[in-house]
């Protein structure tokens, strides 16, 4: 019965999964990006820099900066959610 509503197409003309349901896809996007963190890694070495800082006239300094970031604020949701994690029945209470 046609109620006039389209119905969701997730394949090709002959049932192929969408290219973003393909398996190999999500490998293709992963090895992508270290492709593209590897070439801008790569390029930072190509210019020079002209820091307020001496470190960030270092190849990398921000890449390495932000990792450290990132590695600090992943840390400090640890003690984060002690802080504030609930008991597991306070909404049942």
């Given at each position: ?36 963190c ?26 390495i ?29």
């Open positions: 019965m046609d109620n006039g509503l389209e119905t969701e197409d997730t394949g090709g003309p002959k049932g192929e999964p969408h290219w973003l349901d393909r398996k190999r896809t999500g490998k293709r996007v992963f090895w992508g990006l270290i492709a593209l590897a070439g801008l890694g790569l390029a930072d070495f190509l210019y020079r820099r002209h820091g307020i800082f001496d470190f960030e006239e270092f190849p990398l300094a921000y890449a900066f932000g990792f450290v970031c990132f590695f600090g604020i992943v840390l400090s949701g640890y003690p984060l959610r002690k802080l504030v994690m609930r008991d597991e029945d306070y909404y049942d209470r």
